[in-house]
């Protein structure tokens, strides 16, 4: 045991070394619009594109982090509430291809910081901190001043709407009104010629007057500005239409930002690889795109727009045995290394220079190196990505758009099945599942077992015991109609022995649909005891219907305080 656990801190070692000497070009705003150029070839000539976040928090108790027992309903409201919480510091983009055993990649790792630039209260006016984010950062020797002062701001489409609208900008495209010319000129005809004659007169004679204040009045009040050009020939329309164009584009990129590498990729529909897509998009479409919808299916619907084709490489590895558990990359990575003879070499033709052989994205290329290493594994041919998309995307299609209830792999089994524990492979109805809390400290889930065990006759069945935190617990019953006869009896008024003793002590109970209904309301500000006895003392909330999925997205427990920004 002793020399396995060796081994594997060595390969880590290992692993970390050869990463720490990959060349990540690191994109400050100084020099952003400079690497668009390069970036657009990559995305071009790539067959894949990877990309890892590093946000400032994804959690402010342990309950918020996506469990097992997750419905797809319930984990979109946990995600969700994530981005509209945190903010994006770093987001790694590596566009890739797979070339026989070789695996091309060019990795970016742009620093964001969502500051105000046209002073219009967008995009953003706080955002919330985790402490273990933030020290992981500062360990990695991440520059927060120069994230604060040079990192790249950004508007979403939705808000680069509002931004046009709220400082009135003018429009510079030309008109695209064609209208054909009679051969005859009607008195109409005439009329109109001279009276527009008229008013560019007056135009003209206003602004060379400098006696007069006001150039163009507007209806509303104040002036307006207006350009007029007269073109002589189609070709000079052309040429006017191109220099209008690029003025256009020139000025949207104030207002784009970092959004102008969002659309890049959206424009170039290749398949988008993550390592946990419901999170990362989610964070994606709440900054870049729109407000997050209120339910998972138009979540997915809005998304698939822009991205047609999410790749999560969690959900491909799952199908390597061994790897079923949650695990990181860089574990995923070396287990593939150890276990597998999968030969992939990693080749990045960009030279690195100055500070872009910092450690800063590199869990985008790792990403890339997995993704290579485990379709070698399950057999999956890379190498004929661009001749041969459609049988590619058939052998990927388990682990594409896997956000919610369109998902393949959501189809291949019962509608109201969760899994409770990665290390238990059974599932169990959400109907099945009961929450307790309120039980006496320092209780462990054997200790809470024990105590259940004969103090009601359900408890004569098969059932199991999981702690969500230190003061909320899970029975599962394996048994139809055992939740329900439990919640009727602890309710009851006719409860007697062993159960009333530990309900005169405190002890409450409630079903899976509470637990959902806590995620719908957002009762996010408390630990998941005292948002169920919230949502349970309401008589007035609405009722759900249930509508649970399998499948689940999980990450790690942490019990980080939140800081904001405009506190410091």
Avoid at 22 to 37: A, E
Avoid at 45 to 72: C, E, K, M, V
Avoid at 110 to 116: A, E
Avoid at 546 to 559: F, G, I, K
Wanted: glycine content about 6%.
């Amino acid at each position: 045991m002793a020399s396995r656990f060796s081994s594997l801190q060595l390969q880590r070692r290992r692993l970390h070394t050869a990463t720490n000497q990959l060349s990540v070009r690191q994109i400050r705003n100084s020099d952003f619009y400079g690497c668009l150029g390069d970036l657009k070839n990559h995305i071009s000539d790539s067959d894949f594109i990877a990309l890892s976040l590093q946000n400032t928090g994804s959690s402010s108790f342990p309950w918020h982090r996506l469990q097992s027992f997750d419905t797809y309903d319930t984990a979109y409201c946990k995600a969700k509430y994530a981005a509209e919480k945190f903010q994006i510091l770093q987001f790694a983009l590596c566009p890739f291809s797979v070339r026989e055993s070789k695996l091309i990649a060019h990795p970016y790792n742009f620093h964001l910081f969502p500051r105000d630039d046209l002073n219009i209260g967008m995009p953003s006016y706080s955002f919330s901190c985790q402490v273990s984010h933030l020290t992981s950062m500062a360990r990695e020797g991440f520059d927060f001043d120069a994230c604060i002062y040079d990192g790249i701001s950004y508007l979403s489409r939705a808000q680069e709407s509002i931004a046009k609208v709220r400082i009135g900008r003018p429009i510079l495209t030309p008109s695209t009104y064609a209208v054909k010319s009679s051969s005859r000129q009607t008195i109409a005809d005439s009329v109109f010629v001279q009276r527009v004659k008229s008013r560019v007169k007056n135009w003209k004679d206003a602004c060379n007057s400098s006696t007069k204040t006001n150039v163009i009045p507007a209806k509303g009040g104040g002036t307006q500005a207006i350009r007029a050009i007269l073109t002589s020939s189609k070709e000079d329309k052309i040429l006017l239409e191109k220099e209008l164009q690029n003025l256009e584009d020139e000025e949207n990129k104030k207002f784009r930002g970092f959004r102008e590498v969002v659309d890049m990729i959206s424009a170039s529909q290749k398949p988008i690889l993550s390592y946990n897509s419901l999170n990362d998009f989610a964070f994606i479409h709440s900054k870049f795109l729109a407000p997050l919808p209120t339910g998972i299916d138009e979540f997915a619907s809005s998304l698939h727009l822009v991205f047609p084709r999410v790749l999560d490489v969690k959900h491909l590895i799952s199908k390597i045995g061994g790897l079923s558990k949650p695990i990181s990359i860089a574990s995923a990575l070396s287990y593939l290394k150890n276990h597998y003879f999968a030969p992939i070499d990693l080749d990045i033709p960009l030279e690195a220079t100055g500070n872009d052989r910092k450690f800063h994205g590199h869990n985008a290329i790792l990403l890339c190196h997995l993704f290579a290493k485990a379709c070698s594994v399950l057999k999956i041919d890379l190498g004929g990505a661009q001749s041969n998309n459609n049988c590619l995307a058939s052998k990927l299609d388990g682990c594409a758009n896997v956000f919610g209830s369109f998902s393949p792999d959501h189809h291949e089994s019962k509608d109201d099945d969760i899994k409770i524990s990665m290390k238990n492979v059974r599932k169990v109805s959400c109907r099945h599942l009961v929450f307790l809390w309120g039980f006496r400290d320092g209780m462990t889930a054997r200790s809470m077992k024990t105590a259940l065990e004969g103090s009601h006759e359900v408890f004569c069945e098969e059932f199991d015991v999981r702690f969500v935190d230190k003061k909320c617990a899970i029975v599962v019953f394996w048994q139809p109609g055992l939740s329900e006869a439990f919640l009727d009896a602890i309710n009851s008024d006719g409860i007697v022995g062993c159960l009333k003793d530990m309900v005169s002590e405190g002890l409450k109970a409630t079903g899976y649909e509470t637990y959902k209904r806590v995620c719908r309301l957002g009762l996010w500000e408390a630990d998941l005891a005292e948002s169920l006895e919230r949502a349970s003392s309401e008589q007035h909330h609405s009722s759900f219907e249930a509508d649970p999925e399998t499948e689940r997205l999980d990450m790690y427990y942490s019990n980080d305080s939140i800081i904001n920004l405009a506190d410091l």
